[in-house]
């Protein structure tokens, strides 16, 4: 007997109020309710979240590894893409 | 021994006998996922056992707390409901316990939380919580398994079958209960047909009821053996220390 997997599902919780969901893992479930529900019991045992996604991992397009050359490194030369030549009062702070 | 004193044993045994029994599946469960479920639920269920047997030892005041409670009674002082001492048999078996114990479990605690007694209602109040999420999760999983594969569908049905000669006791009340647990049937009764016919599962027909285990007059012979496994170590080593 073939033993059927359910689905895998991408789990982001968001740690507080005013934050962004991040991803903190992947598991299974037969629907978008479980995962949820399994999520809730796997991921946030110890009160890290205020708020669950789940994604079926099958939804996520993702970059290939092997385009990583023409994707990131034509950024290694261009510093003048980080606004470091700013002067920044510092009554600002932090930014 | 005061009437408080049986009524609370009442609500901290079955949630010690049914968290201990749904702690047999921790490793084994049959996926991951469900394995930390259970291994939750179980660990709620226990943390409400010590509310529960220590207010219980509170009121008795002869000096046992609520290990004491736990590990060095028998089978006859248990006041658990047959119900949850129950073997965990299959996974669907399991859940069939969790759902029907839920569902009553629920209504007795919304009913508990206006009770006029501060230390009872604060424990309903803060294990309501924890078990409106139980009954979601053991509704869902009844359904799903309910209204599964010709497989899942059959197994459900059996453990339905076998245990609903335990619910009947769930709402047997005498004077040792905190509440007329009798009036909580037609509640139970709406959710559990609810769920039910969702799980395209067939409702028992029989009225028959096994009693004994609410007033310790006669429980199953599955409690003794979970209780050897139970108490053995706080009993072999009475001074351990983790």
Redesign the interface.
């Known amino acids: 007997m073939s033993k059927q997997e359910w689905p895998l599902w991408e789990i982001f919780i968001r740690g507080a109020h005013g934050l962004s969901h991040r991803h903190v893992g992947s598991l299974h479930a037969p629907d978008a309710k479980m995962a949820i529900k399994n999520a809730r019991d796997v991921y946030t045992r110890r009160k890290e979240g205020v708020s669950i996604w789940a994604v079926e991992a099958s939804a996520i397009a993702a970059s290939s590894p092997e385009d990583k050359g023409s994707l990131y490194d034509p950024a290694d030369d261009k510093v003048y893409r980080h606004p470091t030549f700013f002067d920044i009062p510092d009554e600002v702070g932090a930014m | 021994m005061s009437d408080l004193f049986q009524s609370l044993l009442r609500m901290g045994d079955n949630t010690l006998i049914l968290g201990h029994r749904v702690s047999e599946w921790c490793g084994v469960a049959p996926?991951?996922?469900e394995d930390?479920?259970l291994a939750?639920t179980a660990l709620d269920m226990i943390g409400q056992t010590q509310l529960w047997l220590g207010l219980a030892a509170e009121v008795e005041d002869k000096g046992r707390d609520a290990d004491a409670l736990a590990f060095r009674r028998d089978v006859w002082d248990f006041r658990n409901l047959l119900m949850v001492e129950q073997p965990n048999r299959d996974f669907g078996h399991t859940m069939m316990r969790q759902f029907l114990f839920d569902a009553w479990h629920w209504q007795m605690l919304d009913a508990l939380k206006s009770s006029e007694h501060d230390q009872i209602a604060a424990i309903a109040e803060k294990s309501l919580k924890e078990v409106t999420?139980h009954l979601?999760?053991s509704s869902?999983t009844v359904i799903?398994l309910g209204d599964g594969t010709e497989e899942s569908h059959a197994r459900m049905q059996a453990a339905l079958d076998r245990l609903w000669p335990y619910v009947g006791e769930m709402f047997l009340t005498d004077a040792h209960d905190l509440i007329d647990v009798s009036a909580l049937r037609p509640a139970f009764d709406a959710r559990v047909n609810d769920v039910l016919s969702i799980s395209t599962l067939t409702h028992p027909q029989t009225d028959f009821t096994h009693k004994g285990g609410k007033t310790g007059a006669r429980h199953t012979e599955h409690l003794g053996h979970m209780l050897a496994a139970m108490q053995f170590l706080p009993r072999a080593y009475p001074d351990a220390k983790w």
């Open positions: 996926v991951l996922e930390i479920a939750n999420y979601e999760r869902d799903a």
